[in-house]
């Protein structure tokens, strides 16, 4: 192997398929990019696509979390109002 070569591993780790991706992003050359690292652009383009699907799903998850947040806060609004008239039909 000469100087200017450097061994490239036989499996990716994630975080280097992430600063991959994220080169790809910030608009690299995918052509340029798949020659350097020494992986067809097919591989490199479904790198992207996992990467993109994992971002939107990560979204989602978050905004899940704030229909689950807003539905316990209204079943325990409701427990209340619950409470109250049930009290009120006892002392009535």
């Known amino acids: 192997m000469s100087s200017g070569e450097r061994e490239l591993p036989e499996c990716w ?8 991706v994220l080169r790809l992003l910030r608009g690299g ?4 990019i798949s020659r350097e690292i020494q992986v ?4 490199t383009c479904e ?7 994992g971002a939107e ?6 905004s899940r979390n704030a229909e689950e947040q807003e ?5 325990a609004k409701l427990g209340e109002t619950m409470m109250r008239l049930e009290l009120a ?3 009535t």
């Open 71 to 75: 539905l316990a806060r209204t079943r």
């Open 40 to 43: 067809v652009p097919q591989v």
């Open 13 to 20: 780790s994630a975080k280097r398929k992430t600063e991959i």
């Open 29 to 32: 050359d995918l052509g340029e």
């Open 57 to 62: 799903a990560g979204l989602k998850s978050r």
């Open 47 to 53: 790198w992207r696509r996992a990467f993109i699907s």
């Open 89 to 91: 039909e006892i002392l």
